[in-house]
Nanobody, 124 residues
Framework: QVQLVESGGGLVQAGGSLRLSCAAS????????MGWYRQAPGKQRELVAG???????NYADSVKGRFTISRDNAKNTVYLQMSSLKPEDTAVYYC??????????????????WGQGTQVTVSS
């Protein structure tokens, strides 16, 4: 079964740090580009950071220099280290692929079913 499980969110003061984790199962993790997305109340879901199977990364302008995405292919896990957090970073954070994924049989041209996400709340 293809599944993504996020963890690590919480309540933190502005300027603080959090590390999010996302454990993947049911996909050939090492070949899939992974990303962290977030959705704030009343806003659309947006891509925060992405990382290819080879480790190349990209970031939204709003988080460059503050967030770092990484992955451990041996653990099928992708991380998001968030520092210098701001109240505007408050959102539910999700991980997913880049819209395609290899499940070992087919190359699926859709996102994995979205998980529950993990809530990040930054107080001012």
């Amino acid at each position: 079964q293809v599944q993504l499980v996020e963890s690590g969110g919480g309540l933190v003061q502005a300027g603080g740090s959090l590390r999010l984790s996302c454990a993947a199962s049911g996909i050939i993790f090492r070949v899939n580009t992974m990303g962290w997305y977030r959705q704030a109340p009343g806003k659309q879901r947006e891509l925060v950071a992405g990382i290819t199977g080879g480790g190349a990364t990209n970031y939204a302008d709003s988080v460059k220099g503050r967030f770092t995405i990484s992955r451990d292919n041996a653990k099928n896990t992708v991380y998001l280290q968030m520092s210098s957090l701001k109240p505007e970073d408050t959102a539910v954070y999700y991980c997913n692929t880049d819209g395609t994924y290899n499940d070992g049989v087919y190359l699926r041209r859709n996102f994995v079913s979205w998980g529950q996400g993990t809530q990040v709340t930054v107080s001012s």
